[in-house]
């Protein structure tokens, strides 16, 4: 996976985002994941986080992706074939 980002004065606060949630290995890890699968779930992505040891409990996967998200690495959306709430790459 390639990750850029433009840094620009009008976009700072966004980049700072950004970084904040690519400097844990973990959020890392849920990402090469989710580049490799695209439009999982959360069961899905918590079942990935339990077999590798990433996170036990499924509110600590929720948390994670919900940092992603706000960090506009990732993009939570409701996919209405399956009736669910799906999580897709968008970087």
Not at 28 to 47: A, F, K, T, V
Not at 60 to 68: R, V
Request: proline share 1%.
């Amino acid at each position: 996976m390639e990750i850029k980002v433009n840094v620009s004065p009008d976009n700072i606060k966004q980049c700072a985002k950004k970084f904040g949630a690519l400097k844990n290995e973990k959020h890392l890890q849920l990402l090469l994941y989710i580049e490799m699968n695209s439009d999982l779930s959360l069961n899905d992505i918590h079942m990935f986080s339990k077999k590798n040891n990433l996170f036990i409990n499924r509110q600590s996967t929720h948390k994670a992706l919900d940092i992603l998200v706000k960090s506009g690495c990732v993009s939570k959306l409701y996919d209405e074939k399956e009736n669910k709430i799906v999580y897709r790459l968008r970087l």
